[in-house]
Structures are given as C-alpha cells and as structure tokens.
T-cell receptor, first 115, second 112 residues
Framework: ETGVTQTPRHLVMGMTNKKSLKCEQH?????MYWYKQSAKKPLELMFV???????ENNSVPSRFSPECPNSSHLFLHLHTLQPEDSALYLC??????????????FGPGTRLTVL | AQSVTQLDSHVSVSEGTPVLLRCNYS??????LFWYVQHPNKGLQLLLK??????LVKGINGFEAEFKKSETSFHLTKPSAHMSDAAEYFC??????????FGTGTRLLVSP
C-alpha cells in the first residue's frame, strides 16, 4: 500500500447507527487531517492531529469523534448522525516541522450517506 | 483575510485545445499555492505547488501555473487538453498554520 488509504470507500448508515471511518498513511508523516466535502461547498477542515495530539477542532459537532492512536492511523467515529452529514470525508497527511506545513496528501475518501 | 477565488465554475474545451483555469488569491503573507485535481469519486491529487521559488511552476500531466504577484493570480494552464483531464480542479492557499484555504473548484469538461 502506498500513500493515504481510507476504508470503507462507501458507507450507508441510519441515524441511530454507530460506525467508524479509518485512514492510514504510508508516507512517514507526522500530521493527519479530516476534511468534509459536501456538494457545492468548499472543503471544510474538521480536525488536525500533530504527533498524535489533536491541535484543531473546527467547531465540529460532538457526533463526530476522532481518534489518532499513532502517527500512521486516524479514525473518525460516527454516531447519531443527521442526513446533512452525508458527504465525502477525506483524510490527508503531511510532514509538519517548526510550525510550517508541507504539502498535504489526500486519500480517496469515504462516501457517507446517512438515511 | 486570506482567500482564494476560482473565477469559473465550469470550463469546456475540445480535446487538443489549450486549457486555462483561473485563480486569484488574497494573502497578507507570501503565499504557498497549490493546484489539486479530483476525478469523480476519487480523492485530491496534487498537480503542482508554488512556494516562492520559480514563478512558473511545472506539474504533472503537462500542467503548469504561473504565479503573478502584481495580479494576485495563479492560473493553471495546459497546452493541449486530453479526455483524461476532465475532472474538478481546486486552487488552494496554504496559510502556513496547517490550514488550507480551498477555492470552490472548477469543473473541466473535455469534448472529443
């Protein structure tokens, strides 16, 4: 596996379900990100992790819960979602040194549909 | 405020003709700028980036972009479009604090 991988690629869930999205990066990076891409809207940054520590939560509702057990893996736990949460969820990684961010590399995304 | 404006939501070209996708930016600092491409149901792929070295930046698949500070522009060009270039293109500003500012995207349509 190379680059940034995400599973599952597609997910359909009811509003009462609990599911998790997984992201893995094989680039040796130390920063990972979750983005939300909704139709006709710019990409929205959700969370940032540096060296496994969350450094950014962009006012994301608590029904989205991130987890970063190590620098290579990032999860997004989902529960009690709303239909408006249906979107493409993208994971990215980068190398971060001295507060300067390098290029972010994106995974293929998980297409989430909430019924 | 730092922002990116992609001037066209859709651009249509014929195969073999030049491509021009326009992007203007606003930044208080010396910007780092990127172009990403997204094919249907795929993630974002980096095409090229500008980080204050040469103003003409060459990327993958024959794309290039020119940084013009006087015009606050970073337009993406390609001399000859290919059918496989049909996708959505995003101009992105790196604020330097791990926050990327994305344009709203330009959908490139390529007809035979």
């Amino acid at each position: 596996e190379t680059g940034v991988t995400q599973t599952p690629r597609h997910l359909v869930m009811g509003m009462t379900n609990k599911k998790s999205l997984k992201c893995e990066q094989h680039l040796g990076h130390n920063a990972m990100y979750w983005y939300k891409q909704s139709a006709k809207k710019p990409l929205e940054l959700m969370f940032v992790y540096n060296f496994k520590e969350q450094t950014e939560n962009n006012s994301v509702p608590s029904r989205f819960s991130p987890e970063c057990p190590n620098s290579s893996h990032l999860f997004l736990h989902l529960h009690t979602l709303q239909p408006e949460d249906s979107a493409l969820y993208l994971c990215a990684s980068s190398q971060m040194t001295d507060r300067a961010a390098d290029t972010q590399y994106f995974g293929p995304g998980t297409r989430l549909t909430v019924l | 405020a730092q922002s990116v404006t992609q001037l066209d939501s859709h651009v249509s070209v014929s195969e073999g003709t030049p491509v021009l996708l326009r992007c203007n930016y606003s930044s208080s600092y010396s910007p780092s700028l990127f172009w990403y491409v997204q094919h249907p149901n795929k993630g974002l792929q980096l095409l090229l980036k500008y980080t204050s070295a040469a103003t003409l930046v060459k990327g993958i698949n024959g794309f290039e972009a020119e940084f013009k500070k006087s015009e606050t522009s970073f337009h993406l060009t390609k001399p000859s479009a290919h059918m496989s270039d049909a996708a959505e293109y995003f101009c992105v500003l790196n604020t330097g604090f791990q926050k990327l500012v994305f344009g709203t995207g330009t959908r490139l349509l390529v007809s035979p």
